[in-house]
């Protein structure tokens, strides 16, 4: 070690072995250090352990005490290096020292608590009605305004004037919202629909021109899974101002048909057909009841129109099987279902 420091000292001067030898000290107490704030964090766990206090505040005492620890280790190392720069440290730190220690222990005691309090308010909004998805955008929204705060205060703490800041600040959020008020649309767009809650993941639902099962609500997107298995991305912004028809808010659905059936033809057995074939289908709900009328007279046929209940997920069977066994059956009953024609 002093071969080296003399070896500097003659090809490169009195300033690189000094370095050399500040530079060596405050490695040595580096590593010392920062081994003793580890073991101190391993004694610590182990005698709150003993203590069986609250795994909250075990967390915030354990991360207290190692920033704490960190925090002497910086100030001790500093103190070297300002000596080595002939700075009087006794001085220095009475003067700025004193308010960096204070702002820097504020700032992590202001951690620690941050970091309780997000833990706490996440198993809160477990406990709450708040839709799952919303709980991580709440929690992340209150952290970075929590951090927004700390960070400003430990700014005034440091003697600097933060109304300048504070004024600086709101005009770089104002022009990042500017720049990125698409995005922000979105955000505001999708809280709005975690929060009113029109349809929720799993319900079949008809959005301006789309139509499907809700297959996730993001932050910024509401994505819809078609029946052919295509992803529809849908703007949060759009998803808020459309207007939705949600099919799968009751449990149960009314199937509306209309059957045609000719003039000369006994509308009665039609009907029965109708009815008896809803009943066979085993979907029909007996309630409410059916209805199964003559709705209108119409220029060509007769239109009967068949109101059934049924469970909203074997909506679309029951009514692909009545196209199908309506027409089976009218066939084999004679009963015709008339077209349209004209007269030339």
């Known amino acids: 070690m002093e071969r ?18 500040v530079a060596a000290k405050a490695l040595t107490i580096l590593l010392c250090g920062f081994l003793a704030v580890r073991i101190l964090g391993i004694v610590t766990n182990k ?27 910086i100030v001790v190392i500093l103190g070297i290096v300002l000596s080595a720069m002939g700075i009087n440290t006794v001085g220095w730190f009475e003067s700025t020292g004193v308010l960096i220690v204070r702002a820097l222990v504020f700032f992590v005691l202001g951690v620690a608590l941050i970091g309780a309090f997000d833990k706490a308010l996440r198993k809160a909004l477990l ?26 205060s430990c700014i005034g703490i440091l003697g600097i004037d933060t109304t300048s800041l504070i004024a600086a600040l709101s ?27 029109p349809f929720v993941v799993g319900d079949y639902i008809e959005m301006d021109s789309y139509s499907g099962i809700v297959d996730e609500i993001g932050l910024f997107y509401t994505t819809l899974k078609t029946f052919d298995q295509k992803k529809v991305f849908i703007p949060n ?8 028809t949600n099919h799968s808010a009751s449990p149960v ?73 309506v027409k089976h059956k009218f066939d084999k009953a004679g009963i015709r279902i008339p077209y349209r024609q004209v007269d030339v």
């Open 4 to 21: 080296f420091t003399y070896y500097l000292e003659s090809h490169w001067g009195e300033w690189a072995a000094a370095a050399f030898t």
């Open 237 to 244: 912004n759009d998803t808020a101002k459309a207007k939705i």
């Open 127 to 152: 406990r709450t009605k708040v839709d799952i998805t919303l709980h991580a955008f709440i929690a992340s929204a209150v952290k970075a305004v929590l951090f927004v705060v700390l960070a400003i």
């Open 171 to 197: 005009a770089a959020a104002l022009a990042l919202a500017l720049s990125v008020k698409d995005h922000l649309s979105n955000l505001i767009g999708g809280a709005v629909v975690l929060f009113t809650k």
């Open 47 to 73: 005698a709150l352990n003993v203590a069986k206090i609250s795994p909250a505040f075990h967390q915030l005492i354990q991360t207290a005490i190692r920033w704490l620890g960190y925090l002497i280790l």
């Open 253 to 325: 659905r009314r199937l509306d048909m209309t059957f045609q059936v000719a003039y000369e033809d006994y509308f009665e057995e039609a009907k029965r057909i109708i009815l008896s074939t809803a009943e066979e289908s085993n979907m029909m709900l007996s309630s409410p009841s059916p209805v199964v009328r003559v709705c209108a007279h119409g220029q060509n046929a007769i239109e009967i129109i068949a109101r059934i209940w049924v469970n909203w997920p074997d909506y679309y069977d029951l009514q692909f099987y009545m196209l199908e066994q």
